[in-house]
């Protein structure tokens, strides 16, 4: 079945590293997606991986893939109170046009 | 700002009514998807177009129905409508038509709440 699974909740200090976790279920998703959404906004696109690698770095995100066991984490390092938003990863279905599967969203609380 | 625009970003109806929630996709975009957003449910994909045909369907109710016109501006229809078709619904458009890299860029969202 398709399920994108993810922790709800996740509670940092300004200046330590975030790390949000997530499980997919589609092993031929070739890429996987991190969104952000502020309050009150859309989703916008963070980050992204394609299947065939393991991490990618982009300034503070690093997005660590194992496809071994179908999860996807991202980190977030020097977190920042502007920070604080619902991360959503998403994966993308076999067969199903530009249909995205998201997790339920990681809301990151940054406290200073 | 993405450059999707939706329009009305509130709506306030009672149960049984009819809605018609409307997109504008960024300029040269021609996939439209549709997500519902609600507390219980999540993020949920519900139709997508592709140059005025329909490309993909999530699990979309019978009473909720979509089109794409030839100027590529979207509408979703919601009819018969029930307390729990209250949430926030988002569209959301891109270049592509498949799962190769595809960047959606979301709208603001319209929140729909029946009474």
């Known amino acids: 079945g398709e399920d994108v699974e993810q922790s709800l909740f996740l509670s940092v200090r300004e200046g330590d590293s975030s790390v949000i976790n997530c499980t997919y279920t589609?092993?031929?998703?070739?890429?996987l997606y991190w969104y952000k959404q502020e309050p009150g906004a859309g989703l916008q696109l963070l980050t992204y991986?394609?299947?065939?690698?393991d991490m990618k770095q982009d300034q503070r995100l690093t997005v660590l893939l194992n496809k071994k066991d179908k999860h996807l984490s991202l980190r977030i390092a020097d977190t920042q109170t502007g920070d604080s938003a619902i991360y959503f990863c998403?994966?993308?279905?076999?067969?199903?046009?530009?249909?995205?599967?998201f997790g339920q969203g990681t809301e990151l609380s940054v406290k200073p | 700002d993405s450059g999707v625009t939706q329009t009305p970003k509130h709506l306030i109806t009672a149960t049984g009514q009819r809605v018609t929630l409307r997109c504008s996709p960024r300029?040269?975009?021609?996939?439209v998807y549709w997500y519902q957003q609600s507390l219980d449910q999540g993020l949920q994909f519900l139709i997508q177009?592709?140059?005025?045909?329909?490309?993909a369907k999530g699990n979309i109710l019978e009473r909720f129905s979509a089109q794409q016109f030839p100027d590529l501006h979207s509408e979703l229809n919601l009819s018969s409508l029930e307390l729990g078709d209250s949430a926030l619904y988002f569209c959301?458009?891109?270049?592509?038509?498949?799962?190769?890299?595809?960047?959606?860029?979301f709208g603001p969202g319209t929140r729909l709440t029946v009474l």
């Open positions: 959301a458009s891109s270049s592509r038509r498949d799962r190769e890299y595809n960047e959606q860029f």
């Open positions: 589609d092993s031929s998703s070739t890429y």
């Open positions: 991986i394609f299947s065939n690698m």
């Open positions: 998403a994966e993308s279905p076999y067969n199903q046009g530009g249909k995205l599967i």
């Open positions: 300029s040269g975009d021609l996939s």
């Open positions: 177009y592709y140059n005025g045909e329909e490309r």
